[in-house]
């Protein structure tokens, strides 16, 4: 079992940066491909960026450019960072862990999402 727990939501104004951290309690967290989402209100989930285990990334147009998804396997621990943040995307941002199988990435677990809001 993976139990994972975000932190780094808050309010900011357009224009600013926040860091995402995603702090994972699996044994086996490297061998994991990470993604985040985000729901906003009244959306569907939808897809912001994944990380593979080999450390390969893929983000959804809407937020390449502005922001980056590493991770740091001795802490066990994926980030989402977020630069020049707009109002459209204030949403709760979600993290998971899952892997590649046959067609598409499956993901297993997901976190309990955090907050953040851009006002402008």
């Known amino acids: 079992q993976v139990q994972l727990v975000e932190s780094g939501g808050g309010w900011v104004q357009a224009g600013a940066s926040l860091r995402l951290s995603c702090a994972a309690s699996g044994r086996t967290f490297d061998s994991y491909s990470m993604g985040w989402f985000r729901q906003a209100p009244g959306k569907v989930r939808g897809f912001v960026a994944r990380i593979s285990s080999g450390g390969s990334t893929y983000y959804a147009n809407s937020v390449k450019g502005r922001f980056t998804i590493s991770r740091d396997n001795a802490k066990n621990t994926l980030y989402l960072q977020m630069n020049s943040l707009k109002p459209e995307d204030t949403a709760v941002y979600y993290c998971?862990?899952?892997?590649?199988?046959?067609?598409?990435?499956?993901?297993?677990?997901w976190g309990q999402g955090t907050q953040v809001t851009v006002s402008s």
């Open positions: 998971a862990a899952g892997s590649f199988r046959g067609w598409s990435y499956e993901y297993d677990y």
